[in-house]
């Protein structure tokens, strides 16, 4: 409320500003307009006393009146060029103060996202850690049911653990984030990240094809794993049950394609850049039934400016999202055999 009265505030502030101006700039022209006619009148007065004219005619056809006509219009020029720099600085005004205004309400509307988002997160799995060993103390369990709860228990601490490493390193890329660059098999970072997402999430399907070769690529290994496993993360959370993803490398002329696909709700056109944004989420977190603080592309982005390269968020075919990663194919060369090596 109090920023809706703020907003109320200031048009009426910049309306009123604007008539003032408008009214200031009509008493200038009237004010230019009879000083012109008084001077211009004196001068004909002061011509005719002398002789030098006998006729308005004469008056108007005179270098006086010329002169008088000149400064005149010179005045009018000024006071328009004033209004215009005026208006074009107020309207610039406006234009930066309403996108100041904007950027704080969408981030504003993003932290709160993200604090009843991350509460929400860090409070889930403790919670169910807590139950987990308040049962085991409080009650004596057969060899099945202990090992159930100690799985669920291990799933709980492996969440909290991802959404702690995943907050460290959002804060850690705004400001000491740098590749460590090494030759890795992209294939094989790719077909290790998924196995550990199929021992994570055994109800999914992933599937892994690729058009590349036998090549390194001069890459940060943590950065790479970080992107693959949050663009994963993300597939099968916003899938349905038992949902499919594929996994996709291809190379163009000049871009190395790393390509997530999913089938499920897809993200809209419209948001497709905000959801880079770190906090941002798409809908409202008091109404949303799936997990995440909204770090996990705006994670994967950063990665990726870091490497050179940018991301891709398309439609997928039936439904779904694509989002394709692109690093500049200078970063991959090819692996050389043993026998070549020799």
């Given at each position: 409320m109090g920023n809706r009265n703020m907003r109320l505030l200031s048009n009426v502030v910049i309306a009123y500003m604007l008539l003032a101006f408008a009214w200031w700039s009509v008493l200038l022209f009237t004010k230019n307009k009879d000083a012109f006619r008084a001077k211009s009148e004196y001068a004909q007065l002061v011509m005719v006393a002398e002789g030098s004219i006998s006729t308005k005619e004469e008056f108007l056809d005179s270098k006086e009146y010329e002169d008088l006509y000149q400064k005149y219009r010179r005045q009018e020029w000024m006071i328009l060029g004033e209004a215009a720099v005026f208006i074009i600085s107020l309207v610039i005004g406006i234009y930066l103060i309403n996108r100041g205004y904007r950027k704080e309400m969408n981030l504003a509307h993003q932290r709160r996202n993200f604090l009843l988002s991350i509460t929400h997160e860090l409070k889930s799995p403790i919670a169910s850690l807590k139950l987990i060993l308040e049962t085991f103390k409080k009650r004596r369990l057969n060899e099945q049911k202990f090992l159930e709860l100690s799985?669920?228990?291990?799933?709980?601490a492996e969440r909290l653990n991802d959404l702690v490493n995943n907050l460290l390193l959002a804060a850690k890329l705004e400001t000491a984030y740098e590749p460590v660059p090494e030759d890795l098999d992209l294939n094989e970072v790719c077909e290790e990240t998924l196995e550990r997402m199929r021992n994570k999430h055994p109800f999914a399907l992933f599937s892994f094809s690729t058009e590349i070769g036998p090549h390194f690529i001069n890459a940060d290994r943590f950065g790479l794993e970080s992107i693959l496993t949050n663009l994963?993360?993300?597939?099968?959370?916003?899938?349905?049950?038992?949902?499919?993803?594929?996994?996709?490398?291809?190379?163009?002329?000049?871009?190395?394609i790393l390509s997530v696909s999913d089938h499920g709700l897809g993200i809209p056109v419209e948001e497709r850049t905000k959801v880079l944004e770190r906090f941002y989420r798409v809908g409202d977190e008091r109404t949303r039934t799936t997990k995440g603080t909204g770090l996990g592309l705006y994670?994967?982005?950063?990665?990726?400016?870091?490497?050179?390269g940018s991301i891709r968020i398309l439609d997928n075919e039936?439904?779904?999202?694509?989002?394709?990663i692109l690093l500049p194919i200078s970063l991959l060369r090819k692996r050389e055999s043993k026998r070549e090596q020799a």
């Open positions: 799985d669920n228990g291990i799933h709980e994963l993360e993300n597939a099968v959370k916003y899938s349905p049950d038992s949902p499919k993803i594929e996994c996709h490398l291809r190379t163009d002329p000049v871009n190395l994670i994967v982005n950063q990665i990726i400016k870091a490497h050179k039936p439904t779904g999202t694509k989002i394709e």
